[in-house]
């Protein structure tokens, strides 16, 4: 067992007991790169590629106690505990994992997808609407940073960039981890990344980084294949308090 002023191995029962303290200002910034591919074999389907560019940054620091909980139990198999980020939930005092906090994010969609000419000559009426295209902030983002288990941490952002009409090419990717088959990471979609032993965080800062990268392609014979060549970054730099 570890020992420290800013890492302990607690649980919450005791930090609500009289020994929690704030330990660390969190921070997280992610990226993300979607290069995709379409191939339609419809009247004047889409053919060519674009890629959509997302970068995020939590709006301001958020206070934590980062500990390893031997309570903290929920993902499968994980018996033994789990990193986690405490505050203070509510008004009445209970230790919870902190919320998901606000983040500033914007997204660059770029189509450069032209329309299959028809085999019989003539055009596509004007071509692929591609007027929503460029770049854009995204309202109501939040970014988690949570315990996944003793040796991982998640990260996740919140807030999708395709909305239901959007006139621009963005493959199969919805949002930084949707749907998880096409972005990557674990089952849920979410980034996992790797922590340092617990003494490391007695520095006065420590950053933590992991990437993925996922290529997947669907299509029925027929009908348009898309392919997402999809690459994230997910960062999080913990500062001591104290």
Known sequence: MVLGAAVLLVCASAAHA?????SHRVVATGHLVDHWTIDDPGYCGAVG??????????????????????????EPNNTLGSWALLGIG????????????????????VDNTVARLPPEGGDCGGGIDKSDCGIRSLKGTKVEVAGYNRKLIKGDLYGGFRPPRLNCGTGNL??????PAVAGGNRMGELLIK???????????????????????????GSATVTDDVTRTF??????IR
Do not use: E
Request: aromatic letters at 8%; a positive charge; charged letters at 20%.
């Open 195 to 221: 922590m340092p032993k617990p003494s490391k965080l007695r520095q006065k800062s420590v950053t933590v980084t992991a990437t993925t990268h996922k290529k997947t392609s669907f299509g029925d014979p």
């Open 174 to 179: 919805d949002a930084f981890s949707s749907p």
């Open 90 to 109: 509510d008004a009445f005092g209970h230790i919870t994992d902190i919320r998901a906090k606000p983040a500033t994010a914007t997204v660059d969609l």
């Open 18 to 22: 009289g020994t929690f303290h704030y």
């Open 235 to 240: 960062t999080v730099t913990f500062t001591r």
């Open 49 to 74: 590629d674009g890629t959509v560019t997302l970068d995020f940054k939590s709006v301001k620091p958020a206070k934590a106690w980062v500990v390893i909980d031997p309570t903290h139990n929920s």
